[in-house]
């Protein structure tokens, strides 16, 4: 996989992943009570699924997605907006892979390893 791959550009695609993981944490608060079984509630899973699913449709698969979907089967840990620290944290990379090529002088980064032999 090559780094162009997983850059994200700050537009409506990333735009709607925050806010479609904003709002699955903020309805997994609200319902709290009834989805404080952790593993056990099928409400709290079919949620999770359904974002997740979202989120891949959106941004790709992305690694930081998987702790997400976990941390959520276990009881009380749904007080962290996991979702939306998983789309921040896919931006913060893809900006950083940007930088890095950016920085490379062209968008190839073989091309300037092979300029520097």
Do not use: C, H
Not at 69 to 76: E, L, M
Not at 83 to 90: D, H, I, K, M, R
């Amino acid at each position: 996989m090559t780094e162009k791959a997983i850059t994200i550009s700050p537009g409506p695609r990333l735009r709607a992943a925050m806010v479609v993981a904003i709002l699955a944490d903020i309805l997994q608060l609200l319902v709290f009570p009834f989805v404080v079984e952790g593993a056990v509630s099928p409400t709290d899973d079919l949620i999770d699924l359904a974002v997740a699913a979202i989120l891949v449709a959106l941004l790709g698969w992305q690694w930081e997605f998987m702790p997400s979907f976990v941390a959520k089967v276990v009881p009380a840990v749904d007080m962290v907006p996991f979702w939306t620290l998983a789309v921040a944290n896919v931006y913060r990379k893809s900006k950083q892979a940007v930088a890095r090529m950016e920085g490379s002088g062209t968008g190839d980064p073989l091309r300037s390893s092979q300029r520097r032999s």
